[in-house]
């Protein structure tokens, strides 16, 4: 495995290669990986984003995977990188972590056999997909500002060649906690079949970047936060939650908000309804429920005693 990394060097993004605790660009100069300003690993012209793929993240809502899997965009405007700020608007309160795996690619790739993918994939980073649930009221169909807001997507610290997906741990840490901890076997949809999946209608070229899920216990941080994810074999991705400098205006848009749907998935397992009832909210509606399977069923049961 090889791992590259892209940095500001001098003033400009270069693509350097990772030798022992050296960043090592292609004319020999270098930076010690500590002290470097990381950019992504990647320039995209788009990021593609899984929603649900882990099965204790269904286990944990309480929720059926769909037939296949169902994806939203992240601008590229959202992208930062390791040791980035990521910013929570002023007047939002409700932003959780979301641990994941990058995949990046390598080179033009559509209409491809998921047996193939592999060919097309130039390596796998460590990515954390921030979710700002205050907007998910009007945003849950789009997730457009609840996941595409600037900074909602660091991705880094490097891009790993050649690395195995199967059988690795992936964990979120909240100030030296453990939040999520989870495994790339839980996957319903594993990275190859997510990219070819996309490319049958959609050309993937290279630098652009899918992020693959997240397993279960996305929960809310909060400015002064420092948050991690670490990969098997990927290394650690850490950023700092800061308050943004401006609240959102209040003139004009959809306003943030805290309804049930909001809280709900910003809560987790921990919302206090969870197994009694479905949350209500504008944004429920986009969002099947075990537990609205099970009521239904309670009622027709009902009906015929």
Known sequence: MTEYRRILLDGYPVLVEQQGDQLVAPDGRSVSATEATHLAPSDPTKIICVHLNYTSR????????????????????????HQADVVRPDGCEWLNYEGEIAIIIGKTCRNVAPDDVGDYIAGYSVANDYGLHDFRDTDAGSMLRVKGSDTLCPVGPALVTDWDFHNKSIRTIVNGEVRQDGNTNEMKWDMHYLVADIARSITLVPGDILLSGTPANSRTVYPGDVVTVEVEGLGALTNTIVAGPAPIPTGYGAQPSDSEEVLSTAQGGDWEFRGIRKPMGPGAKHYKSTVGEDEAAGQEAASND
């Open 58 to 81: 269904v286990d944990e809502f309480m929720t059926k995977l769909p037939a296949a899997p169902t994806y939203f965009h992240k601008p590229v405007s959202s992208l930062c990188g």
